[in-house]
């Protein structure tokens, strides 16, 4: 029988009663699977801060250390009834703990944080879940062991930070370490290199660990709780009647995930639909007793009536343009800037180029350094360097987009109605995606234009 990957994020982790809604779904699948489980809500960022306080002063170690072992010992108590278990339970969330301060006790006295110091240091978030999330499964009389990464190993391709999967490498390890008829419960968010350093998978990357997780093991499919209901036509927030997407083909959901849908991290489908592998996302504020999904993520790839399936936004990319006349004809500039900003570490999005101007799509935190560096490159054909900061992407999401004559008409002519000015179009890079960007106070009537256009066809 094939294994079922299930991923529970720091959504479904907000208060220490959730934990009860996870063990009830988990009891419901009843069959042997693997848990991926991420950092309680917020814990990443209070690590990442912790960091930078530790560095500064011993006692903020102290200061960490008591915070997380009270909110894990309210989780304990509020979720084991048994003293035998609530004790083993917290010691072993104690000792765990005293690891890692440990390395915050190593990053004090050097007064740095190397890379691979980090990465270990912020698993932890994830590495206190699952030990905990075990405990309480097994004193449910669940079947329950706690799989770390590192003892598969789930092999990456060792950058810090943001690493890759080596499936090659990893296939074999994962299926022989997850292959027992229980329920194995796995911290998301990392794996380690081939010399068995802690490599995070990219913030937010416990979905693309499950993902991962479920390709090794050829899973039935791999199922994502959310506290939402699915991915939906727009934001429920900015539209009058969000209509939930049963059904999404694998490009259509990549797609909405890196055009700010935050539903699923954009890399999770990435492994997953080489080998055809479907998603599942469920609603565990919804849960009534049933895993079916409210969302499939799958390789069929239908057209809708409406066409556009959703549309959706991102607040996180800017625009470096870089002016001059004839910057499009003259051969190097591109390479140049390309090469100074890969460098400095910065990732380029999307490039959009005429004769007379380069425009670099950059994440907002980004932009700036951007700035900096393309300004010393001292390029003699640019003669003018414009950050654009205050302004949304918004995409338009569907198969059969751009097959479909009359689709980019309805959508500026929607647009047009309201008097919404559109800075950048981009239209062809995707066959399912069209993006578009516009000042950021429009971002919300725009929305609701399209919405109004497409869906109530
Ligand atoms: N806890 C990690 C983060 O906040 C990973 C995740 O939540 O998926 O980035
Ligand atoms: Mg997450």
Redesign the pocket.
Known sequence: MKKVVAKF??SNLKRKEDIQKLVRVIKTYNRPMVIVV??FYG???HLIQSMEDVKQDHSNIEKLVEFLRQLKKEAILENFDDKEWQDKTLNAVQSRIKELSRYLTGIHYIGDVPEFVEDVI?SY??RLSSLVLTSILQSNGIDAEEALPESMPLVTDGEFGNATVDFDVSTENVQKRLSANKVYVVP??YGVSEQGKVTLL??????YSAAALARCLDAESLDVWKDVDGFMSADPKLVKVPQRITHLSYTEAAELSYFGASIL?PRTVEPLKEVGIPIHIGNIDAFDGSVAPRTIIHGEETVSECIVKSVTYSDDFCILKLKGAGVGLKKGVLAKVTVALDKAGINIKSVITSQIAINLLLSARDIKRAYSIVESLDLSTVTELIASEQISTIAVVGEGLLDRPGVAGRLFMALAKKQINVQMIVSGASVVASYFMVARDDRDMAIEAIHEEFFSC
């Open positions: 994020g720091g991420s950092a814990i990443t960022n912020l978030g994830e998301g968010f990219g913030r937010g990357g416990s979905d991290h």
